[in-house]
């Protein structure tokens, strides 16, 4: 999945930066400039998405933070509301809605994320 994010934003002039996991992007969130957007799973090994996302934001980060998920509980997308998530799509999306999604949180911001 990590791939095929980084491929369909790659080649639509996007500079994305890759973790592994969440606890290998809150390091790498700490030790560089925020991205104008953060793409996060749930289910990660080390530290899960809700965690990321809890972090993120006690930490003062502002940015656009879209959950992708194969969870289609509701449960799971309130609370990654709750914690400040911005939006939510889930797993089975396409490229477009992929693409639509992240143009949408771009507009007059520099085309970096982080997934």
Wanted: net charge neutral; aromatic share 8%.
């Amino acid at each position: 999945m990590r791939r095929r994010l980084e491929g369909s934003l790659t080649t639509k002039g996007y500079n994305v930066r890759t973790c592994s996991d969440g606890q290998e992007a809150w390091e790498w969130l700490q030790a560089n400039e925020p991205p104008a957007l953060i793409l996060t799973d749930i289910e990660m090994p080390r530290m899960d998405g809700f965690t990321l996302i809890d972090r993120c934001r006690q930490a003062g980060m502002t940015m656009p933070i879209v959950v992708v998920s194969s969870r289609l509980a509701e449960e799971w997308s309130q609370e990654t509301s709750r914690l400040g998530a911005t939006d939510y799509l889930t797993k089975g999306f396409s490229t477009n809605d992929l693409l639509n999604k992240v143009a949408q949180y771009f507009q007059g911001a520099n085309r970096a994320a982080t997934v």
